[in-house]
């Protein structure tokens, strides 16, 4: 199955390849908690994908969107894909193979991105 089939099995989402190896997921009406979910069960997914007797791993990163933003549409996606990016060099710097919401990172003053999710 791929990314779009899978994530794309729940009403709503939109999965798209970013670049490389690297996928944005739009989960609609999914608060930051809800989305550490879904990331989850994707990377849980993958781990148990085999390909050519490999093990394959996934580092998600995470942001959130609060529909209380000023923000204009481009600004606020840019938001949130730099702080989905923050999100996954941490996963990637903690031990790989894990999901960080970009709110749950301790030294940064994590604030919603405006309300949504972008999973990267």
């Given amino acids: 199955m791929t990314c779009a089939g899978f994530a794309g099995s729940i009403q709503n989402d939109f999965p798209v390849r970013w670049g490389g190896e690297e ?3 739009l989960l609609h009406g ?7 979910l879904v990331a989850k069960r994707i990377r849980e997914y993958i781990a148990e994908v085999n390909v050519i007797d490999k093990k394959i791993s996934a580092s998600v990163g995470l942001s959130t969107y609060s529909p209380s933003t000023t923000e204009r549409p481009m600004q606020l996606m840019d938001q949130l894909i730099a702080a989905a990016d923050k999100a ?3 996963a990637k710097t903690s031990g790989r193979d894990r999901e960080v ?4 990172i301790p030294a940064v003053d994590a604030q919603p991105c405006g309300a949504g999710d972008a999973a990267r």
């Fill in 30 to 36: 999914t608060d930051a908690d809800q989305s550490l």
């Fill in 88 to 90: 996954l060099y941490v």
């Fill in 101 to 104: 919401h970009y709110m749950h």
């Fill in 23 to 25: 996928f944005i997921v």
